[in-house]
């Protein structure tokens, strides 16, 4: 099943990826001066398809992040959840019990023959 799945998924994906970074191979300049576009305090030139990699993992990354975030509360009331539930059984238990013991057990009348 791996195999298939990487046959029809990750083969072709890998070839497009090797095809767009071969179109896009054209410097541009990143600058990180949003004061002076003539002498920017930061700039680097790069490959286009770089740039647009590195913004793509980049958008994963945080992704993942948020997501992580909002699991991570997901997982904290589920577990408070799960506390509160094994307390309320341990009262049921601790209440039958109780009721149990109020209630005392009669002996039983001989069967007439």
């Given at each position: 099943?791996?195999r298939?799945?990487f ?12 095809l767009?970074a071969?179109a896009?191979r ?20 790069l ?8 913004a793509?993992?980049?958008?994963v990354v ?27 059984k341990?009262?049921?238990?601790t ?6 013991a109020?209630h ?8 007439q023959q």
């Amino acid at each position: 099943m791996r195999r298939l799945l990487f046959w029809l998924f990750f083969l072709p994906l890998a070839t497009l990826t090797v095809l767009f970074a071969v179109a896009n191979r054209q410097h541009v300049v990143v600058s990180f001066d949003p004061f002076s576009s003539q002498e920017p305090a930061f700039a680097i030139s790069l490959p286009l398809f770089l740039v647009i990699f590195f913004a793509m993992i980049l958008g994963v990354v945080i992704g993942g992040i948020v997501s992580l975030a909002r699991h991570y509360r997901l997982w904290r009331a589920a577990r408070k959840a799960q506390e509160t539930a094994e307390r309320h059984k341990a009262d049921a238990e601790t209440e039958r019990g109780a009721r149990k013991a109020m209630h005392a057990e009669y002996p039983r009348l001989p069967a007439q023959q």
